[in-house]
């Protein structure tokens, strides 16, 4: 029995004749933070999409605690632990920044449709504590003071925060972030670095992360899975990654002899 947190077995991802990823394989254990890179168009948020259940594997599976994820919903992946933000920022952009936090947590409240209807202590106090939470959570990316404002009118930037607060309001036991520093300038990359160093360890949370910005991924990773054309090249530590012939090759290609 495995004792990683997430593990791929062999996965593979075919539509049609295309494979585009191809027996992957992999394992991330409680309390790493783990960087998923490759050039673009090797695969990465199709592997994202298998370990989700977005997408069902063509071959293999993935593993979550132990257990298959085999033929589970996202919504249900997402209630045993995982889950996940995206490439393209996906808020309810018409409601308030603290309601997008909010509609997150409601997933794990326990009170009844009776304590709702006859507004109980117990659901008030429940509101109440899913509410301070969310708050706090949006204090820590310092968006607490726009709690109430739409998530529309956040700059591009703020929208990708918010969308991590989202996530963390779920509870979760492991987070995969799609491309977070997307759209971000030198600063708010920096101070991204510092806040997901400090969720990890505060929220005891494991970390899988899509990235473009080599300086993040190599200044916060401890693992670090290369794909190139949905095949794992190499995988290592950061120094490992950076002195890879194959990586750089993946990344620069190769000169084709005369």
């Not at 998530?151 to 607060?165: C, D, F, H, N, T």
Request: with cysteine; proline share 3%.
């Amino acid at each position: 029995m495995s004792d990683a947190l997430l593990e791929a077995r062999g996965i593979t991802m075919q539509f049609g004749g295309l494979k585009a990823v191809d027996n992957l394989e992999f394992k991330i254990n409680k309390g790493q933070l783990v960087g998923l890179i490759g050039p673009n168009g090797a695969g990465k948020t199709t592997v994202f999409n298998m370990l989700t259940g977005v997408y069902q594997p063509t071959r293999g599976e993935v593993f979550l605690c132990g257990k298959s994820l085999k033929g589970v919903k996202p919504y249900e992946i997402s209630h045993r632990g995982m889950t996940r933000t995206f490439q393209n920022i996906r808020l309810f952009k018409g409601l308030s920044v603290l309601d997008n936090v909010l509609i997150a947590g409601h997933q794990h409240m326990h009170y009844s449709l009776v304590d709702v209807l006859l507004q109980t202590k117990k659901y008030h106090q429940a509101e109440m504590d899913l509410r301070d939470k969310a708050m706090d959570l949006l204090k820590i990316f310092h968006l607490d003071h726009k709690a109430h404002e739409s998530a529309s009118a956040l700059p591009y930037g703020e929208q990708r925060k918010l969308e991590i607060v989202r996530a963390l309001a779920t509870n979760p036991k492991i987070i995969l972030l799609d491309e977070p520093a997307a759209g971000m300038n030198h600063s708010e990359t920096h101070h991204l670095m510092d806040t997901i160093a400090h969720i990890r360890e505060n929220f005891k949370l494991t970390v899988l992360l899509i990235e473009h910005d080599m300086k993040l991924v190599m200044g916060i990773c401890e693992n670090i899975i290369v794909l190139d054309h949905g095949v794992k090249i190499e995988e290592g530590a950061a120094e490992k990654i950076q002195a890879s012939q194959k990586v750089i090759e993946a990344y620069l290609g190769v000169e084709e002899a005369p």
